[in-house]
């Protein structure tokens, strides 16, 4: 069966720090892969989108940027977290699409 | 307009009732229809997933099409405390772009 698996849950950065979230799928090979934001009391705002090995799609510009070294890897960073990347990640594949247990990011 | 509206409530009810979430959205290329539940501090999970008009039901969840009106409904009968829960809607277009478009979410309080 596939599984999703994403890491750290909770994270709490200085600001100006660099961040790294990492997300792997289990089960399933070549899938859509994708970075979505969840502020408070708000919509998920999708961040990235993959569709293979080394292909990113960045659907908001900001501070952060996206990765996937290999299939069904698919990683979240930023050289320096600014105070308005706080918030929750999500990172999900496939459609419909099948959601990891987040990452609550505070950046303080 | 956003593409996709959906009332953030809350929804408050009593337990047992029939709870009705909706959404209203304005691309008519949408073709996928898919709802999603979040507890508190979780990823969301898939609860129905429709293709083009009509119903489909499962257990005490049925969702609704209805492409004329560009109206999306997720019915939950019997309501319990556990279906406490922030539920989205989302859809997207057939063909090549299959990137879901989400509604904010409506918070779902079922009371004892």
């Known amino acids: 069966s596939q599984t999703i698996h994403q890491w750290p849950a909770t994270l709490v950065q200085p600001v100006g720090s660099p961040l790294s979230l990492e997300c792997t799928v289990e089960?399933?090979?070549?899938?859509?892969l994708y970075w979505y934001r969840q502020a408070a009391g708000r919509g998920l705002q999708l961040l990235f989108y993959s569709v293979g090995i080394g292909q990113i799609s960045s659907e908001v510009p900001q501070n952060l940027s996206a990765s996937r070294p290999q299939d069904r890897q698919f990683i979240l960073s930023s050289k320096k977290l600014l105070l308005s990347d706080s918030g929750f990640y999500l990172c999900a594949w496939g459609t419909p699409s099948t959601f990891g247990s987040g990452t609550r990011l505070t950046v303080v | 307009q956003k593409e996709v509206e959906q009332d953030p409530g809350p929804l408050s009810v009593p337990e047992g009732a029939i709870v009705s979430l909706n959404c209203t959205y304005s691309?008519?290329?949408?073709?996928?229809f898919m709802w999603y539940r979040q507890y508190s501090r979780k990823g969301p999970e898939l609860l129905m997933y429709?293709?083009?008009?009509g119903n489909k039901e499962d257990g005490r969840f049925t969702a609704q099409v209805d492409k004329s009106s560009k109206y999306i409904s997720l019915f939950i009968r019997d309501s319990q405390p556990s279906d406490s829960a922030t539920y989205l809607c989302a859809m997207s277009r057939s063909g090549g772009s299959y990137i879901p478009t989400f509604g904010r979410g409506t918070s779902l309080i079922v009371h004892p």
């Open positions: 429709t293709y083009s008009s």
């Open positions: 691309n008519s290329a949408f073709q996928y």
């Open positions: 089960g399933t090979s070549n899938p859509n």
